[in-house]
Structures are given as C-alpha cells and as structure tokens.
C-alpha cells in the first residue's frame, strides 16, 4: 500500500520506530486513500491534487509530523494537550509517546478542507 515509501522505511534502523512509522503511513493511506503519496525532501509526505497535507520524519527519539505552520498553529492546544512537542512547521510524537490518530485525523482532514482551492504546493 505505501510502496513509495519503502525504501524510506528500511533505512531506519530501529525496527520498532519502522514499524510503528510503517503503521501510521498505512493508517493515513487507508484513512485518506484519496491522497497520493510523495517522497520529496528526504520524507514521505501526502498530497491532495498537487498541494501539501502532511509529511512525516524520524530522528532517534522521535517522529516528527508536518502539517505547515498553519496546521500547527490552528491545533496548537491540542498538540500540547497530546505532550507532543511542537516545533513552528511540524510536531514530534516521542517514541515512546501513543500516537493520537483522533488527533491526526483531525489535522490532515483541516488541511484537505483548507487548501480545497490552494493551487500551490505549500500555502502562501
């Protein structure tokens, strides 16, 4: 189902952090099949005709999510309320932190319905 991401996913060494990426690119592909799939800037990402949604990072103690400044901003108190900690452009979720898919869900679906009219990658 993520086969563009594949060889993404086999360079992380931790096969436990692979997994669980692994899990949460599949959960947004199947939540949001309508979004293709993109690697651009060393990270998966998800795209709605042509424009960015989200993209998605590792680094040893945590995995990053970026929904653009925007996405951060407008769900700032529930990143917070989640314990992740939030950076200007994307969130990290701490390895040994529970993904909030409610709350993943919730920041993919405002960027879809945000940018409906958004003819550029990024916002402007």
């Known amino acids: 189902m993520i086969a563009d991401?594949?060889?993404y996913l086999d360079q992380i060494d931790n096969v436990?952090?692979?997994e669980r990426v692994r899990t949460v690119l599949n959960w947004v592909q199947t939540t949001f099949p309508q979004l293709e799939q993109r690697y651009?800037?060393?990270q998966p990402m998800f795209t709605d005709h042509g424009?960015?949604?989200i993209g998605f990072s590792v680094a040893k103690p945590h995995m990053g999510f970026a929904p653009e400044s925007e996405g951060m901003a407008h769900?700032?108190?529930q990143i917070a309320a989640a314990g992740y900690n939030p950076g200007k452009k994307?969130?990290?979720i701490k390895w040994t932190q529970a993904v909030d898919y409610d709350l993943l869900k919730q920041i993919i679906k405002y960027n879809i319905d945000d940018k409906i009219d958004c003819a550029t990658f990024w916002r402007r």
Do not use: M
Request: proline share 0%; aromatic share 28%; hydrophobic share 50%.
């Open 75 to 77: 769900f700032a108190e």
């Open 51 to 53: 424009t960015f949604i």
């Open 16 to 18: 436990a952090n692979r």
């Open 90 to 92: 994307f969130g990290r």
């Open 40 to 42: 651009a800037w060393n």
């Open 5 to 7: 991401f594949e060889s």
